[in-house]
């Protein structure tokens, strides 16, 4: 089954080996048809019909996003050092195209990442974007810094028909989504999935199985979706890390997934690669 999160696609030619070409890259700015992502509030700016919205190149262009059907991309980098608060932006992934969104994460993926690395790891002189926004040098020891992405297992675990989800703290009412967790370092995907739920709701699970993965720009996570099996339904929930966790039937979701008034839970939005797991578990996935 070919599953298709919200933000996974092509989106742009990310033209790698034009990167490392200065001369390329000011040859492309220069280009009439190059166009620069308009960006507001901290984000790439969204019109009414959910495109993103590309204004003339300005000087202040250090990111070259790649290619669309051949003609440049690039974008500026926002101002601010504060983090993104993800909430805010859920009203605009509402009405984001769905083909569009996959640029939308890489152009925010990364402006997130040069906002939070200004300066370097190493000797803590400030860095500098390289390579077309796709590394940062650092200016004091020659280190040279790539966007970090970090893998975050999230994961249905079913038993005799029942999925396990869970609600974080700062859910709306009624929400339960898949549980979900950062990997560690020294960890498989294995081995993430089985101790996020042993941690969150004290279950052990086997037969971890891959489905399907997502990048989700807040701030660079990739989102990697698993199916498990879980060897009991007896719930120790972690109250530190969830509000609350249940089993919920095949029907329960069923209903949830259609909005229904009496649902058992409030769904996930479609911007979230739990919603998709859902969709896929109650069309026949085992
Ligand atoms: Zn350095």
């Known amino acids: ?23 390329a890259i000011a040859r492309l700015r220069d280009q009439p048809d190059a166009r620069a992502l308009a960006w507001y509030n901290g984000a790439p700016q969204v019109d009414e019909d959910g495109r993103l919205l590309w204004q003339a190149i300005s ?39 769905p083909a569009q969104a996959p640029i939308f994460a890489a152009a925010l993926s990364l402006a997130n990442w040069h906002r939070r690395h200004r300066f370097c790891s190493v000797c803590g002189q400030e860095t500098l974007p390289n390579r077309g926004g796709w590394s940062r040098a650092c200016e004091g020891c020659g280190n040279e810094h790539y966007p970090r992405v970090d893998p975050v ?33 020294g960890e498989t995907i294995e081995a993430a999935v089985v101790r996020e739920v042993k941690e969150e709701a004290g279950v052990e ?29 007896s719930l120790t929930i972690d109250r530190s890390e969830l509000d609350d966790a249940r089993w919920f039937s095949r029907e329960d979701v069923v209903g949830a997934l259609a909005g229904d008034d009496n649902a058992a839970f409030q769904a996930p939005p479609r911007s979230a ?5 859902l969709e ?7």
């Open 273 to 277: 690669i739990a919603r998709t797991l």
């Open 153 to 185: 297992v999230i994961m249905m675990a079913e038993h005799d028909g029942s999925l396990l989800l869970g609600r974080s703290h700062h859910y709306p009412p009624g929400r339960y989504s898949a549980l979900a967790g950062f990997v560690e370092p």
């Open 205 to 233: 699970v086997a037969d971890i199985r891959y489905l399907a993965s997502q990048p989700w720009p807040f701030p660079s996570s990739l989102m990697i979706g698993a199916h498990a099996r879980a060897l009991s339904d």
């Open 280 to 286: 896929a578990w109650v069309t026949g996935l085992k």
């Open 1 to 23: 089954m070919l599953l298709e999160p919200f933000f996974a696609g092509d989106g742009l030619d990310r033209a790698d080996p034009l990167r490392a070409d200065p001369d």
């Open 59 to 97: 000087d202040e262009t250090p990111v070259f996003l790649g290619m669309e059907e051949g003609a440049p991309r690039f974008s500026i980098l926002p101002d601010g050092t504060a983090p993104i608060d993800a909430r805010a932006h859920f009203a605009l992934l509402a009405m984001l195209d």
